[in-house]
């Protein structure tokens, strides 16, 4: 018997839409729905677009401008190198962005690899990001695109330099899904505040290099490697188009092309593993998990740190820092800016020796709100907070945990910044001052602690703070950051007087002073909170427990 198709259901089957148009509509209804949730969504996302339109236009009238500079094709290849770079990493620091980078929504539905890459690739070209790539890409190819092999030559890259970029992002968020919507994803995502930090200090440093007379100059050899690296390598080809260099000009759209469809195929072969293979990411879990609890309390931390609850608090601080992501991702961050700031300094040669306390102002911060890092835990540790005595222990323990990492740690970033500058001979007083500023910070933050918690929300990886508890927040932080170079005042005062008087020869005895008197204060601060801390307990448990 054969089939026979009669003319109603040929009608049906072309009336029903494709696949492409029915996923565009999908990406529209998501970013329409997800406006209607609430006024500041909607508020946010207006302004985005505003603040999107003002940096294109200001991006193609800055290309416009170096139109026919000999540096024009240095800048174009480049800034298009850092787009592209940026579209691969966004999608592993901002994994929830965007709803429709995750494939796994789609694994149980019956749709064929090639028309889903294809319709999920035509989605991805709406939005934002896409559009401001896309004047990214018109003003690079403006600025370099001379006569009409130059022009031609542009209308071919403009859009390829899209579609790589585009591609790019997901073909790294289809091949890294799995890890990105499990812990290690999440803390992963929590570190974005780390590279924007970063960065922002290598925008700084590089800006600062490259106002220099002939600055331009030493970024050529660096864009003579961007300009055959897809999707640079398409803007380089207008470049060479326009000076005549066609097969140059040939070579480099092919890669680019090349480039494209190797990415297109990378992201299909994740897509059918992820539709296809089970997800392996908790196998083994329960037997790992039994042999962590045996070892728990046996390593190395178990061997070296103290008896008693001392002990026990220096270890559940420290597991806090490696396992939880908050805490993790502070760590980090402090840890990073405290040697990236500075070394910059030094390395410009414009650098103070003091810069190397900024390392013990940022890792001190980390005493502040000790109660709120537990969250809603915290109420099993106040069942052990009965008297001021066992809040102190509480607190020195905790602030012992701090100085193993942040004394030897300061130590190295003040050798550092002393070898950049070198100026050996200021060491012993720069030392003096930063362990005198880090015991200020930790004495200023444990007060801190007891008089003004605040709950840390676990629900979002972007908020520090409960909702209704900002003011507390910068009430601690603000006053501590106030407090802490008033505490160390009579330390500075001595390193000005030493310097006036010109009694360099005792200038080493601040390493010893300084670090008694940050002793000193780090005592102090403990003991004015021990109590309070006891006295507070259903204060700072209702605070912390918040949200």
């Known amino acids: 018997m054969s089939a026979v198709t009669t003319p109603t259901a ?25 406006l209607k949730q609430s006024g500041g969504r909607t508020a946010a996302y207006i302004v985005s677009i505003v603040f999107g339109l003002l940096f294109a236009a200001g991006m193609v009238l800055a290309f416009a401008l170096v139109r026919g500079s000999s540096d024009a094709g240095t800048i174009a290849v480049l800034l298009t190198g850092v787009t592209a770079l940026s579209w691969a990493v966004m999608p592993l620091f901002v994994p929830g962005g965007d ?41 690079a190819a403006l600025s370099v695109a001379h006569g009409t092999a130059g022009v031609v030559a542009a209308v071919v890259a403009v859009p390829l330099t899209v579609a790589v970029c585009v591609a790019l992002s997901r073909a790294v968020a289809a091949a890294n899904i799995r890890l990105l919507t499990s812990r290690k994803g999440r803390d992963l ?34 864009a003579a490697v961007a300009d055959w690296l897809p999707p640079a390598a398409a803007i380089g080809a207008v470049d060479a188009a326009s000076t005549g260099d066609y097969g140059s000009a040939a070579a480099r759209l092919l890669l680019t092309a090349a480039a494209l469809a190797a990415l297109v195929y ?11 293979e089970p997800d392996g990411s908790t196998i083994g879990a329960a037997s790992d998990a039994g042999v962590r609890e045996k070892s728990a309390g046996t390593g190395l931390l178990g061997r070296i740190l103290p008896g008693g609850r001392t002990g026990a608090v220096m270890e559940r601080s420290m597991r806090y820092m490696w396992r939880d992501p908050k805490t993790k991702a502070s760590w980090v961050t402090s840890l990073a800016l405290g040697l990236i700031v500075p070394l910059f300094y030094a390395f410009q040669g414009n650098g103070s020796i003091y810069w190397a306390c900024f390392a013990s102002g940022m890792l001190g ?28 222990a509480e607190l020195r323990a905790r602030a012992l945990a701090l ?15 002393t070898a950049v500058i070198g100026d050996w001979s200021r060491l012993p007083e720069a030392l003096g001052l930063s362990f005198a500023l880090l015991g200020a910070m930790l004495a200023t933050g444990a007060v801190a602690s007891a008089f003004f918690p605040y709950s840390i929300p676990q629900d979002s990886g972007y908020k520090n703070v409960a909702p209704g508890q900002a003011g507390l927040a910068w009430i601690s932080i603000l006053g501590g950051m106030l407090t802490a170079p008033l505490l160390c005042g009579p330390l500075i005062g001595a390193t000005v007087y030493l310097h006036l008087s010109d009694q360099g020869s005792l200038l080493w005895l601040l390493l010893p ?31 912390v427990s918040k949200g």
């Open 513 to 543: 002073v300084g670090t008694l008197y940050g002793a000193l204060l780090t005592w102090a601060g403990l003991k004015l909170a021990a109590p309070r801390t006891a006295r507070r307990l259903p204060e700072i448990l209702a605070a």
């Open 266 to 276: 990378w992201w299909q072969r994740s897509l059918v593993r992820l539709m296809v």
């Open 403 to 417: 100085l193993a990492v942040t004394l030897p740690y300061a130590t190295l970033v003040t050798v550092l910044t």
């Open 189 to 222: 995502a929590l570190l974005s505040g780390l590279l924007v930090a970063v960065g922002i200090q290598l925008v700084n440093f590089g800006a600062q290099r490259l106002s220099r007379p002939g600055g331009l100059t030493s970024l050529e050899p660096a």
């Open 99 to 139: 709803e429709t980078l995750d494939p796994s929504r789609l694994v149980m539905l019956p749709l064929r690899p090639r028309p889903l890459i294809r319709a999920l690739f035509v989605a991805s070209l709406v939005g934002v990001g896409p559009a401001l790539t896309l004047f990214l890409a018109f003003g």
């Open 10 to 34: 040929a009608v049906a089957a072309s009336s029903v839409p494709s696949l492409t148009s029915v996923f565009v509509r999908l990406k529209l209804s998501l970013l329409r729905n997800g």
């Open 365 to 392: 911060m980390l005493m502040y709100n000790q109660f709120g890092q537990d969250t809603s835990a915290f109420w099993m540790v106040a069942q052990t907070l009965s008297t001021a005595a066992d809040a102190y």
